[in-house]
């Protein structure tokens, strides 16, 4: 650890600016805000940049990080994410879909929990199944010679259920050092195995209806904390709580929570944008077809703020 330079915050910014972000004429924080303030107004009007630069600096609006990497297509949002069946063609097709968001600077993610347990027959060829793992391992080699937008390493979540049966492997995937470093992990929990937790159960690990292995709940969530503690990996999705709080009748496996202001909302009273709720009570509709009241709160009261950047995430 001795050999480690040790860095003030500053220098540590500066140098994370120089290595990722720095392009062109770039040398200050000030003049790179300044070229992503050009990029992101050529499209709206360039008597917005300078608004443009002041509500960055002000840090009233931070857009995604792909635009201050220069990137011609750069999206207004960072992260992607891709479900796959359990077949090639299906698999094949989520690694060229992640290959292309990822060479223009965006994130992806993948629940690899539809894939059959490592040693499953598989009925075409007769032969066993590589698991979860070895596929997490393929997308991290192919990203491994590739660069986001040819200036940043790939960056990737995997997520896999606590009912699969290979999930003690893929909680210790990470547990040594440098190990499918492209990829961030998490455990996707629900409430049964919380409580099966605090009551000390039996957890079943299951494929195709088919108990394949039982193990103590505790014992899988002390694997969770250990590895947790000494690798900062996995984390935990808790997908029933994130289910009670999709509007949406499609089960949400992994998401972002933040809405522009150009977003549509199904109300009571009808379609509208969420910018035009704000401050304004109104019902929307739950998982049960109930209706229940909401309200759209701003995180700021500048109007020119909210002019600019939802003619961003337009436009961007």
């Not at 750069?74 to 690694?95: A, G, K, P, T």
């Not at 739950?286 to 337009?314: C, H, P, Q, R, V």
Request: aromatic share 12%.
């Amino acid at each position: 650890m001795n050999d480690v330079p040790q860095l003030t915050r500053q220098e540590f910014v500066e140098k994370l600016l120089k290595e990722r972000y720095f392009i062109d004429e770039d040398n200050t924080w000030e003049n790179l805000i300044r070229r992503v303030s050009k990029h992101a107004t050529a499209k709206i009007h360039k008597n917005y940049e300078n608004d443009f630069y002041n509500v960055i600096n002000n840090k009233d609006f931070i857009p995604s990080r792909m635009p201050y990497m220069g990137t011609e297509n750069s999206f207004s949002s960072s992260c992607f994410v891709f479900d796959m069946e359990d077949n090639w063609e299906s698999i094949f097709d989520c690694l060229r879909d992640a290959v292309a968001v990822q060479r223009f600077g965006g994130g992806t993610g993948y629940n690899f929990s539809t894939l059959r347990p490592k040693g499953d027959l598989i009925n075409t060829t007769k032969g066993n199944a590589s698991g979860p793992l070895s596929f997490m391992h393929w997308f991290q080699e192919t990203f491994q010679v590739l660069k986001r937008a040819g200036r940043k390493m790939a960056a990737q979540m995997a997520i896999l259920n606590i009912d699969h049966p290979d999930i003690e492997e893929f909680i210790d995937s990470k547990s040594t050092e440098g190990s499918l470093w492209c990829f961030n992990i998490s455990v996707a929990v629900t409430d049964k195995f919380m409580q099966a937790i605090e009551n000390d159960e039996d957890w079943d690990l299951t494929w195709d209806g088919e108990v394949r292995k039982t193990l103590k709940a505790r014992y899988l969530f002390n694997k969770i904390v250990s590895n947790a503690h000494h690798m900062a990996e996995p984390g935990i999705i808790f997908q029933d709580e994130i289910d009670r709080k999709n509007k949406f009748p499609i089960r949400t496996f992994a998401t972002n929570p933040c809405l522009s202001g150009d977003t549509l909302i199904k109300t009571n009273n009808g379609i509208f944008e969420l910018l035009n709720l704000v401050d304004k009570l109104f019902q929307v509709q739950g998982m049960d077809g109930n209706w229940y009241n909401s309200k759209a709160i701003k995180t700021s009261d500048s109007e020119l703020l909210y002019k600019i950047t939802l003619k961003y995430l337009s436009d961007v």
